[in-house]
């Protein structure tokens, strides 16, 4: 008999270009990851062998006769086999993390050891198939058996899929469903056309579905470096501590320091080899499996003894080599660079608390600019647990409102009143854990939530306005503070034209407040805003003015209404007569332009002397008031204070 084995070779190449891309692939050596290859294996063993014995039997006397039973065993074993590896990676998929695992393999396997002991007796039994002196194939009476335990792995891998449907999506059960499906379609053609053989195209096409829909998710190698991306790290460390193969295992993490001006001052060609370099150098020293591209100039390394000794050798020598220049091309230049580190189980025993940690600590070591090396401690965790904490009040005070705003009244030299007020938020904590301004407003910014929290301060303080006018309460203005974070947004000028216009509050009842600090980081953008809301009829405020961020220049340049001096100005006035002497000329620089002059932070007599001779009008501070509910400043914005 002739057979046409023309799909079963197309198959093999098939098969060999997926198992050479997945080795490429996700190293990380999870159950799935190993089944696959395992699929892999088997299927091209089916195909290979299928292939040799066809050719052997179709050609009596090209090879001994051990040979040809040999490789037909080998053929029969691992054909139904293919069904048994597809079964296991369902089982991997599904049953992932459950304890029935490991007894839904043992049932497999069993099952599939069981067949390959009678497929290696049939040279003495014949119950399969027997080849004949001259080189004739016979099956025998048991071969039915081969296509019942293919067709019951199958059925098997079908059970399973409808059984923990629930616990994956609904692509992937889709995909799982793919081998029995196209071996049903495969076989079905095959009885049409009984010379083609088509038992591996069936697995190969199955398998090729498989890779290209779940197995290539994770083809998350750096196009760059070559190394593992962050992702990588990540499920690795899970399966660490899942498995807890390692005792105790350290990350660190290497971040070159302002590396955006290499790319800026060579370019990102010369950069790129610089990250290639230091990756590089990583590889060699850690091992090309445990270093990962953290991040776009950021490097993790996997120590999986974490013994100290072995750790220091590591550390040591990062230490030392990174004090040498580095070559990329032409240039030739040093690396600044920071580091934090994180140990399992001392830092922390979750991975997400892992990598919590160490980004954690590379952001502090990179705060720190004479440390390079900061490792995440006791005292460290509890600083991320705070900043956890922190970040959920946040998140809750953007989503659901729940802040609460102060009112501090500002002091008028001249009328005895307070006219104006600064409104400031508060994240309320319980009364032993309360989270201030200096806490939340940076984690804020850093997120984005101060864009939406901003706007949902100006909204209150219209009402709040609006309620003082109720009550028969004139004031002049509200202080709203916009942080650096809202120039630049998109809409910004509307939206606060729209919250105050559809309040019915005038535009010159707000006195808009940013920073030095937005107003040298974003001088364009802080023009631009500051000119629309002048034309609104909102007024201008700088805060801060004096903590060094911005020229005298650039504030000259804009309209403000009021510049406010920093309390760190005042507070050093005192003590300090050449401070007092350019407070002094500020002031009256200030007053000339037709700005008005605020002090904040006054708390004594004695600043508030020193204020008072500088000629400066208005006076925030705790000597005159704190930071008031609503309810307890409208009282004292209405009263006229006497002179102090």
Same mark, same amino acid.
């Given at each position: 008999m002739r057979w046409d084995i023309a799909p079963e070779c197309v198959s093999a190449v098939i098969l060999l270009i997926i198992w050479g891309y997945s080795r490429r692939g996700s190293p990380l050596p999870s159950l799935k990851n190993r089944v696959f290859q395992?699929?892999?294996?088997?299927?091209?063993?089916a195909v290979s062998t299928n292939i040799l014995s066809t050719l052997l039997l179709m050609r009596p006397g090209l090879a001994p006769q051990w040979l040809v039973w040999g490789v037909t065993t080998l053929y029969f074993i691992c054909t139904p086999l293919m069904g048994l590896a597809y079964f296991l990676y369902s089982a991997a998929i599904l049953c992932k993390g459950q304890p029935m695992l490991r007894w839904v393999f043992a049932g497999g396997i069993t099952l599939g050891v069981l067949y390959a002991l009678l497929a290696l007796a049939d040279p003495l039994t014949g119950k399969l198939f027997s080849i004949t002196p001259e080189g004739g194939y016979r099956q025998g009476e048991w071969i039915a058996?081969?296509?019942?335990?293919?067709y019951a792995y199958c059925a098997a891998s079908i059970l399973l899929v409808l059984r923990f449907r629930h616990s994956v999506e609904r692509s992937t059960r889709t995909i799982l469903l793919s081998f029995p499906a196209v071996a049903f379609v495969v076989i079905l053609v095959q009885q049409f056309f009984p010379t083609v053989i088509l038992s591996g195209s069936a697995a190969t096409c199955a398998l090729l579905i498989i890779y290209l829909h779940l197995q290539n998710k994770q083809m998350s190698l750096d196009s760059l470096t070559g190394a593992p991306n962050r992702q990588e790290l990540v499920n690795l460390i899970d399966l660490l501590l899942f498995e807890k193969r390692l005792p105790t295992f350290t990350v660190a993490v290497l971040s070159l320091r302002d590396f955006k001006q290499i790319n800026s001052r060579f370019g990102q060609s010369v950069g790129d080899l610089f990250l290639k370099e230091v990756c590089g150098w990583l590889r060699q020293l850690a091992g090309e499996k445990n270093v990962f591209r953290f991040g776009g100039d950021e490097f993790a390394v996997l120590i999986r003894d974490g013994g100290r000794a072995q750790v220091g050798r590591v550390l040591g020598a990062i230490r030392e080599r990174m004090a040498l220049p580095w070559r &990329? $091309?032409?240039y030739l230049r040093p690396l600044p660079w920071a580091m934090g580190v994180v140990q399992y189980p001392s830092s922390a025993d979750t991975g997400e608390g892992l990598a919590g940690g160490v980004a954690y600590a590379v952001s502090q070591a990179k705060r720190q600019p004479g440390r390079n090396i900061c490792y995440c401690g006791p005292a460290m965790? $509890?600083?991320? !647990?705070?900043?956890? @904490?922190?970040? @959920? *009040?946040? %998140?809750? *005070?953007?989503?659901?409102?729940?802040?609460?705003? !102060?009112?501090?009244p500002i002091y008028d030299v001249s009328s005895s009143r307070f006219p104006y007020a600064e409104s400031l938020m508060r994240i309320e904590g319980t009364p032993a854990d309360p989270v201030s301004p200096a806490e939340f407003i940076p984690l804020a910014e850093e997120t984005g939530d101060i864009v939406e929290l901003t706007y949902q301060v100006l909204e209150r303080v219209c009402r709040y306005l609006l309620l003082l006018k109720e009550r028969d309460i004139s004031v002049e203005g509200i202080h709203v503070n916009f942080s650096a974070v809202m120039f630049g947004q998109p809409g910004v000028v509307e939206r606060v034209r729209r919250i105050i216009g559809d309040s019915g509050v005038p535009f010159s009842q707000i006195v808009i407040e940013f920073t030095e600090t937005a107003l040298a980081e974003k001088p364009e953008l802080v023009g631009e805003f500051a000119r629309e809301m002048r034309q609104m009829g909102i007024r201008l405020g700088l805060d801060d003015f004096g903590t060094g961020y911005s020229n005298l220049s650039s504030v000259l340049a804009l309209p403000f209404d009021t510049v406010k001096l920093d309390k760190s100005l005042i507070w050093a006035a005192v %003590?300090? +007569?050449?401070? &007092?002497?350019?407070?002094?000329? #500020?002031?009256?620089?200030?007053? !000339?332009? $037709?700005? !008005?002059?605020? *002090?904040?932070?006054?708390?004594? +007599?004695?600043?508030?002397?020193?204020?008072l001779d500088c000629g400066i009008e208005l006076i925030q501070g705790f000597l005159y008031a704190r930071p008031l509910t609503g309810e307890e *400043?409208?009282? #004292? #914005? &209405? &009263? %006229?204070?006497?002179?102090?």
């Open positions: 395992g699929c892999l294996i088997i299927t091209f063993l058996l081969t296509y019942l335990l293919f &990329a $091309g032409n965790l $509890g600083e991320i !647990r705070r900043r956890e @904490q922190v970040l @959920q *009040a946040v %998140k809750r *005070a953007c989503s659901q409102g729940a802040f609460s705003l !102060r009112y501090q %003590k300090q +007569e050449n401070t &007092a002497v350019m407070v002094r000329a #500020l002031t009256e620089i200030f007053h !000339r332009m $037709g700005m !008005r002059v605020l *002090a904040e932070g006054v708390e004594d +007599e004695v600043q508030n002397r020193f204020v *400043a409208a009282p #004292l #914005l &209405a &009263a %006229k204070v006497p002179a102090r």
